[in-house]
């Protein structure tokens, strides 16, 4: 699967307005602040494809990206960001609107700073990805945040928090150093061709 063959393809405001499956897609879930966009732009080769923002919370939609001819599925941040509860609302209805409909679900790549436990919502999504026995892998982010040991230990501890399943996959990365990213793409490329 070819990364760098990646582009934007569209933005959905409700899930009503979401078209069908075309093909197996790879949703992105995390909290507000947890570098989602910059992450996918390090996943695709791209500087400014997912808007990053200082202001958490900036996605208040649901954005489809292309990568060589697959969906990749940028999901509203969950948690803190500075917007009215009628906008929380709205969100949390998208991302649960996108979640029940029948889709083609390859992956879901949950998104967790490395740097603090996962909060009551990861949690919560975690719980939620297995109750609905969607494949989902665990992303740990900002690790060049912290030094290798700080790293492993605080890996070990969100693996225990979370509770996984066996084999859950759990990849620690870093946009800024690119540390995990291609090991997150052999993760992606091998749920699509599944």
């Known amino acids: 699967m070819n990364f760098h063959n990646a582009s934007f393809k569209a933005a959905y405001g409700t899930s009503a307005q979401l078209p069908a499956s075309t093909g197996p897609e790879v949703s992105f879930a995390g909290r507000s602040n947890v ?3 910059s992450l996918l732009n390090k996943l695709m080769y ?10 958490p919370g900036k996605t208040a939609t649901i954005n ?34 996108y979640y029940n409909q029948d889709r083609n679900f390859a992956l879901v790549v949950s998104l967790i700073d490395i740097r603090h436990d996962p909060s009551a919502l990861d949690r919560n999504m975690v719980r939620f990805l297995q109750d609905a ?22 890996r070990a501890a969100i693996k225990k928090a979370l509770d996984l399943p066996k ?12 540390d995990g990213i291609d090991e997150l793409r052999t993760l992606i490329a091998r749920a699509i061709e599944e």
């Open 133 to 154: 026995e969607l494949p989902f892998a665990i992303v740990l982010t900002k690790a060049d945040k912290l030094s290798k040991q700080q790293q492993q230990k605080q």
């Open 167 to 178: 084999g859950t996959p759990m990849v620690v990365t870093s946009s800024e150093k690119g």
């Open 64 to 97: 489809f990206y292309e990568v060589d001819g697959h969906d990749l599925v940028d999901l509203p941040g969950y948690g803190f960001a500075k917007v009215s509860k009628s906008e929380k609302d709205r969100w949390s209805d998208l991302i649960e609107g």
């Open 35 to 37: 570098g989602k966009s």
């Open 46 to 55: 791209r500087k400014g494809l997912a808007k990053v923002s200082a202001t």
